[in-house]
């Protein structure tokens, strides 16, 4: 999987693309996991299993 240079303008066939919905998409991804982590983080240290 490649990522599509913003000067090749030939090829439709790259599934990240370097505009600002995959921007989006992969800052708002993180921040859902980096939650997620978080609140088992929590949840193991309010349970004290750590």
Do not use: H, P
């Not at 490649?2 to 066939?13: G, K, L, M, T, Y």
């Not at 929590?42 to 349970?47: K, M, S």
């Amino acid at each position: 999987m490649q990522i599509r240079d913003r000067d090749d303008s030939d090829s439709e066939d790259y599934i990240l693309q370097d505009n600002k919905k995959t921007r989006f998409g992969t800052v708002f991804i993180i921040i859902i996991l980096a939650i997620l982590i978080a609140a088992v983080a929590i949840t193991g240290f309010y349970f004290d299993f750590w």
